[in-house]
């Protein structure tokens, strides 16, 4: 799986139209990682669409997500899911919501609370759209991150960055034994797309 990502304008430089911005922003990584890794001129017509909506290529797999300053795009030959989140304080209403109590009590035992409520949090989002599923599904994907390991049964493996202490992405795809793999990592901002890993 190839997992990238766009260090993009912030909201702040870019005060009108912003999501509209982060989607172009997104497919235009998603045209230019195509026509870099797999020689695929993109269009959207090129587009299948899975039960649940889900768009992929005819042999390829991808997720775009973005936040405000970081787009991330999954590409693979399995299905996938992406999310990333800029690093913010933690919120009590997601954590009754769509955490289980081991994954508050990890929250609040952490000596750094609002990032181990991120980390949790995309790694969740990034399970419910490899699977389609919106917040519902947030609750079951329960993870262990004392153990670095998914704690039910998903047959994936996740990939997690830490990036410059201001982002964290998560990454997801089918076929694997539910490890969380974590990088702690740093990047000049200045670099328009950056590979970060390629397996």
């Known amino acids: 799986m190839r997992k990238i990502i ?4 912030g ?4 005060p009108r139209g ?6 172009r922003q997104g497919r235009e990584l998603l045209s230019k990682s195509l026509s870099g890794y797999f020689n695929i001129d993109f269009s959207e017509d090129m587009l ?3 039960e649940k909506g889900k768009p992929y290529l005819l042999d390829v797999f991808f997720n775009i997500a973005h936040t405000d300053g970081m787009v991330c795009l999954a590409l693979s030959d399995r299905e996938n899911g992406a999310d990333c989140e800029k690093l913010k304080s933690y919120s009590e209403n997601a954590i009754k919501r769509c955490f289980c109590e081991k994954e508050a009590k990890y929250v609040y035992d952490s000596g750094d609370r609002d990032l181990a409520f991120v980390r949790l949090w995309t790694l969740k989002e990034a399970y419910s759209k490899l699977i389609g599923e919106g917040i519902s599904a947030l609750k079951s994907a329960v993870f262990d991150l004392s153990e670095e390991k998914a704690d039910f049964d998903c047959g ?3 990939y997690q960055y830490v990036i410059n202490g201001k982002f964290c992405a998560a990454f997801c795809e089918k076929g694997g034994s539910g490890k969380i793999f ?7 901002i200045d670099n328009s797309d950056i590979l970060l890993y390629n397996i």
């Open 156 to 158: 994936c493996d996740f």
């Open 182 to 188: 974590l990088e702690f990592t740093d990047f000049d």
């Open 11 to 14: 909201r702040a430089e870019v």
């Open 48 to 50: 299948f669409f899975g």
């Open 6 to 9: 766009r260090f993009v304008d």
């Open 18 to 23: 912003y999501a509209a911005y982060l989607h």
